[in-house]
C-alpha cells in the first residue's frame, strides 16, 4: 500500500545524511577537515616519493579535494587547496624545501594545480548541494508518507483505489483494486486480500455501475450518490473522483445518521401537514354549516370564505402528496382545486368546470396565491356567469406561452357589467389584484363575451417552473 518503503526510504536518508557530512556543517570542523585531508594526502605522496620516484607532486591531491569538498563543502575544499598548493610547493617541487620560482615544467605544473583546484572544489561542493537536497526531499517523502499512512489506515471513511481494465474497442469492464483502507474493509467485510481483486469476482450485476465509472474517466468530473446497503442497513455517500485515465478514487462516507433525521424531519413534517390540513377542514366545514341556516347574501360570503379555507388546504394535500416540502406540481394541484370547487359550489349539472394544465413545478409562495386567484374567480363565475336556469363552461387553463407561464379563467356566460369592472374596489376583485401583485403578476381582463381573466407570471416564476414533474 504505502508511496514508498518506508524502511528503505529511511536507509537511503541515512546514508546520503553520513555523505553529506552530517558532521562538519560548522565552520570550524569544516576548516580542520581541510588541513587534516591536506596533511594525509601530503604524507602520502612524500612516502610514495620513495617508491615511486617519478610521481607527479601534485598527483594524490584530487582525490581528497574531491573527497573533502563533497563531504565537507567549499570551506573544507579550498583549505585543503591552498595547504596542498603550499605544501606541494614546498616539499615536493624543485629545489625541494623551498619557495624558489620553479622551473618552466614545475611551474607550469602548479599553475594548471592552482587552477583546477578551483574546479574540483566548485564541482565537490556543487555534488554535495545536490545529495543535501536530495536528502531533503527524501525526508518529506518519508515524512508526507508517514502522514499518508496513518491518514489511510485510521480514517473513519471508507477509501478504495482502483485501476480499470478496458477490452480491446476500449469498453471499460472491469476493476482490479489497488488499495482498501480498513475502515471500507469492515464495510464491505472484506480483508487485506482484497487487493489485486476484480470486481467481476464479487457476486452481482456490474455493467451499469461500470458505466457509471466509464463515464466518470472520460468526463474527468466527480460524481456523488447515495447507496444503503442492505447487509449493515447504513446509507452511504459514495463519492467517485477519476485519479489518472485509468484510475478511480472511491470515498465512502457513513450518512446513516442523517439519512435517519431526513426521516425524522420529514415524519414530523407528515404530521404537521395532516394536523393543517384536518383543521382547515373543520374550518371550511363550520363555514358551509354556518351557511345553511343564513340568510342569501350572508350564505353567499360564508361559502366564498369556506371555499378560500378549502383551496389553502388544498396546497397542504398536494404538499403532502409529493415528495417535494417547499414546492407543488401546479397542474395537479390546479386539477384538484377545481374539483373541490365543483363538489362546494355547484349543486347540479347546470355547470362544470373544466381544467387544461400543463404540469409545472411552482414554489409555494407562487402556488398559494395563484389558487387563491383561482378560488375567487371561478366562485365568481359560478355564481354570476349563469344565472337559473342557464348552462355552461367555466375553463380553467394554465401553460406556456412562449417564455412565459399564463394562468387563464373564462366563461361564456352573461359577462362583466360595467360597473363590476370599473369597481376595482369590490373585495373580491381586492383580493384577486392583491394577491396577483404578491406574485408580481401581470393581471389582464378582456372584453366579452362572458368573462377572461388572465394572468401571466414573472421570469423568476417561469425559471422556477422549468423543471418537469
Known amino acids: 500500500m504505502p508511496i514508498l518503503d518506508t524502511e528503505h526510504a529511511r536507509a537511503e536518508t541515512g546514508l546520503l545524511s553520513l555523505m553529506g557530512g552530517a558532521r562538519l556543517d560548522r565552520p570550524s570542523s569544516q576548516l580542520a577537515a581541510g588541513i587534516v585531508v591536506a596533511a594525509g594526502a601530503t604524507g602520502l605522496r612524500w612516502t610514495l616519493g620513495f617508491i615511486v620516484p617519478g610521481i607527479l607532486p601534485f598527483a594524490l591531491y584530487f582525490p581528497g579535494l574531491i573527497v573533502i569538498s563533497f563531504v565537507g563543502g567549499w570551506r573544507a575544499g579550498a583549505v585543503t587547496g591552498v595547504a596542498a598548493v603550499v605544501t606541494g610547493w614546498y616539499m615536493f617541487l624543485q629545489p625541494v624545501h623551498g619557495f624558489a620560482v620553479p622551473d618552466l615544467a614545475a611551474g607550469l605544473n602548479l599553475f594548471l594545480f ?6 574540483v572544489v566548485a564541482l565537490g561542493a556543487y555534488m554535495r548541494s545536490v545529495v543535501r537536497r536530495l536528502e531533503h526531499s527524501r525526508k ?9 499512512n496513518i491518514l489511510f489506515e485510521t480514517m473513519s471513511e471508507g477509501f478504495v483505489l482502483c485501476e480499470t481494465i478496458r477490452d480491446e474497442p476500449g469498453q471499460l469492464v472491469d476493476y482490479a483494486i489497488l488499495e482498501i483502507n480498513p475502515a471500507l474493509q469492515l464495510i464491505l467485510g472484506l480483508g487485506p486480500e482484497a487487493v489485486g481483486k476484480r470486481l467481476s469476482q464479487t457476486p452481482g450485476e456490474w455493467a451499469a455501475w461500470l458505466a457509471l465509472c466509464d463515464r466518470v474517466l472520460r468526463n474527468k468530473e466527480p460524481l456523488k450518490l447515495e447507496y444503503c446497503f442492505e447487509q449493515n442497513a447504513h446509507w452511504y455517500e459514495i463519492r467517485i473522483n477519476p485519479v489518472t485515465d485509468d484510475r478511480l478514487a472511491l470515498l465512502y462516507i457513513d450518512i446513516t445518521d442523517q439519512k435517519r433525521s431526513e426521516a425524522y424531519q420529514a415524519e414530523l413534517f407528515s404530521e404537521l ?19 345553511r341556516g343564513a340568510q342569501s347574501t350572508l350564505r353567499d360570503e360564508l361559502h366564498k370564505a369556506a371555499a378560500r379555507v378549502q383551496g389553502i388546504a388544498e396546497v397542504h394535500t398536494a404538499l403532502y402528496r409529493g415528495s417535494r416540502r417547499n ?12 374539483a373541490s370547487l365543483a363538489r362546494t359550489l355547484v349543486d347540479d349539472e347546470r355547470i362544470a368546470i373544466v381544467v387544461d394544465a400543463e404540469p409545472a413545478v411552482l414554489p409555494i409562495d407562487i402556488a398559494v396565491p395563484l389558487g387563491m386567484v383561482v378560488n375567487e374567480l371561478v366562485t365568481n363565475a359560478v355564481k354570476y356567469a349563469y344565472p337559473r336556469p342557464g348552462r355552461g363552461v367555466i375553463s380553467v387553463w394554465f401553460g406556456r406561452v412562449g417564455a412565459a407561464l399564463v394562468l387563464r379563467v373564462t366563461d361564456n356566460g352573461a359577462g362583466l357589467p360595467d360597473e363590476s369592472a370599473a369597481r376595482p374596489g369590490s373585495l373580491g376583485m381586492s383580493l384577486v389584484q392583491s394577491l396577483v401583485a404578491q406574485v408580481q403578476g401581470d393581471l389582464v381582463t378582456h372584453p366579452g363575451p362572458g368573462a377572461r381573466f388572465e394572468i401571466s407570471l414573472p421570469a423568476p416564476a417561469v425559471e422556477a417552473a422549468s423543471r418537469g414533474v
Open 114 to 119: 592552482v587552477g583546477m583546484v578551483s574546479g
Open 140 to 148: 518529506a517523502i518519508v515524512d508526507q508518507n508517514l502522514n499518508y
Open 273 to 291: 401537514n395532516h394536523r393543517i390540513m384536518n383543521n382547515l377542514a373543520l374550518v371550511a366545514g363550520f363555514l358551509n354549516l354556518q351557511a
Open 327 to 338: 414546492e407543488v406540481d401546479f397542474g395537479a394541484y390546479l386539477r384538484d382545486l377545481c
